[in-house]
């Protein structure tokens, strides 16, 4: 093995003297001041390397983990460990109808990786990692979407693309997500969809990605509250294009007092009908739209769409910006929430790009985001995000 050169050796001592300064200031209700360790500790494990034979076992152990906690949601087997001490594997199997040989070889793999705890032979207890499989928490339900879009079709990849030839899916069908389940021509929503049970997941899976990114602190939206007191009381505020269950209207008509009242939740036809049949938002309005379609909504204040373009190729989400250009008035803005691809990238967002890619859309840098809103015949007049987040949200008005 080749000696380690001074020059790596100072580089190391810095990066060591980084990552201990930072491990020093760590406030655990901080997420930035945790990431900002997680940074400092991947660079300390670039700069010293890693042999071909360890990067090939850290793939298969992602893989294994990821396919086992998979198996235990699927199985119930997180639900049937009890929230505190421990449960011997042989009783976990009964409870579950699973072959203990079966599940002891899953089990080890978690407790391997520190997902369950290891307490004793063949006894394993839950640990905060394995907890938010329970309970339908959203962090487990995202895991569970990130196998069904991810995993699944990344197992039929070479077959798709054999079939599709060697280029960019750019549609919500003929994708590798609607090929790996068997449905090549229907649209992604179909596939996923047709359970009920997985439609539930993915549903309540957006709280997590909520957490991730706020719908709130990256934007001011101060100026909407203000102008509801000057503008027509009839105008529409604010349409939540796409927005789901509302979690993003929501939080910032709380945050910066926008009465909800004057705004409109929008998105198919099944997911609004969950929602007023939830009954939570009685002041929000409901709306079911087609994205493709005329925007029911004309000469709103501002229209929302928060990850909507990344399920879409560039050509649709051309077509998505030009619908809602036609509704727009000459004060209205558009706003657009998503990732935003740096160069380099993080390894997280090019790991959420692969799985859009699954499903036909894609993660963009700035500069492809500007293409594609001024195709559509709109301006991006601002870009706000939280400092040293690659998340942040376009600020566009009509040509």
């Known amino acids: 093995m080749a000696p380690v050169s001074d020059a790596t050796h100072n580089e190391l001592r810095q990066l060591a003297a980084s990552l201990s300064a930072k491990v020093e200031q760590y406030d655990r209700s901080n997420k930035e001041s945790r990431s900002s360790i997680v940074r400092a500790a991947q660079q300390v494990i670039a700069a010293v390397g890693r042999i071909p034979e360890e990067q090939m076992l850290e793939d298969a152990i992602k893989a294994g983990e990821m396919v086992s906690k998979h198996l235990f949601s699927l ?11 421990s449960v011997a594997l042989a009783d976990l199997a009964v409870t579950v109808s699973c072959d203990v040989k079966l599940l002891a070889r899953y089990a080890r793999m978690l407790v391997a990786t520190g997902i369950l705890d290891h307490d004793g032979p063949e006894r394993v207890a839950h640990t ?4 938010i499989f329970v309970n339908q928490h959203p962090s487990g339900d995202l895991t569970q979407v990130m196998y069904a879009q991810g995993f699944v079709p990344y197992g039929k990849i070479d077959e798709y693309f054999e079939w599709n030839g060697k280029r960019e899916p750019s549609g919500q069908s003929r994708n ?11 649209f992604i929503w179909e596939v996923s969809y047709a359970n009920p049970e997985q439609k539930n997941i993915f549903m309540r899976s957006q709280a997590a990605v909520q957490s991730f990114y706020p719908a709130t602190g990256e934007y001011d939206f101060a100026w ?13 505020l604010f349409v939540d294009v796409g927005g789901g269950n509302g979690h993003a209207v929501k939080s910032i008509s709380s945050a910066y007092g926008i009465p909800l009242h004057r705004c409109v939740l929008q998105d ?15 002041d929000l309005r409901l709306m079911t739209i087609d994205l493709h379609r005329e925007q029911p909504v004309k000469g709103a204040l501002v229209y929302y769409l928060r990850h909507i373009l990344h399920d879409y190729g560039d050509d649709a989400s051309v077509e998505i910006l030009r619908v ?3 509704a727009m008035a000459d004060d209205s803005r558009l706003l ?29 840098t700035r500069a492809m985001f500007d293409s594609v809103v001024e195709a559509a015949g709109l301006e991006v007049v601002g870009y706000h995000s939280r400092p040293g987040s690659e998340h942040g949200v376009l600020e566009c008005k009509r040509v």
């Open 75 to 85: 199985w119930g087997v997180f639900d049937a460990i009890p929230d505190q001490g």
């Open 128 to 131: 905060d990692n394995s907890r």
């Open 176 to 186: 590798p997500l609607t090929f790996a389940y068997g449905d090549p021509d229907k």
């Open 224 to 236: 909407v509250r203000d102008a509801s007191e000057k503008t027509e009381p009839d105008r529409v």
């Open 268 to 282: 198919m036809e099944s997911v609004i009908e969950e929602v007023s049949q939830a009954g939570d938002s009685p």
């Open 324 to 326: 809602v250009r036609d």
């Open 336 to 364: 657009i929430a998503e990732q935003m691809l740096a160069d380099p990238p993080k390894p997280q967002a090019t790991a959420i790009d692969l799985i859009m890619l699954n499903i036909g859309g894609k993660e963009r």
